[in-house]
């Protein structure tokens, strides 16, 4: 069975950094993606990348403030981040890992979906 589970969530101020993490276990080979919700609003779009790391997709709104990455633990647990500089108030939404994308990234057609993590930030 496969889990997904964020961490690194929090409260900061604007122009501040904050760095998202997502351990998988029980992992099958795919391409990843970090999506948000903020409240009264509709799930978007925030991050993709593939499972080599040989592309990433972006926002439109995150581009140039946000890095998506992967990694690989000692223990051979797959992790991926999310790098968010530059943080603006409209960044504050619940962020979710998503993991085992369908043909396109960007949608929400993904196999795998974290429990969510709280990202608030003030002006």
């Known amino acids: 069975q496969v889990r997904l589970e964020e961490s690194g969530g929090g409260s900061v101020q604007a122009g501040g950094s904050l760095r998202l993490s997502c351990s998988a276990s029980?992992?099958?080979?795919?391409?990843d993606g970090w999506f948000r919700q903020a409240p009264g609003k509709e799930r978007e779009f925030v991050a993709a990348?593939?499972?080599?790391?040989?592309?990433?997709?972006?926002?439109d709104l995150v581009k140039g403030r946000f890095t998506i990455s992967r990694d690989r633990r000692d223990n051979g647990e797959r992790m991926l981040f999310l790098q968010m500089n530059n943080l603006k108030p409209e960044d504050t939404a619940v962020y979710y890992c998503?993991?085992?994308?369908?043909?396109?990234?960007?949608?929400?057609?993904?196999?795998?979906w974290g429990q969510g993590v709280q990202v608030t930030v003030s002006s």
């Open positions: 029980g992992r099958t080979f795919g391409n």
């Open positions: 998503a993991g085992h994308s369908g043909p396109d990234p960007r949608s929400h057609d993904y196999a795998y």
């Open positions: 990348i593939s499972w080599s790391s040989n592309w990433t997709y972006y926002s």
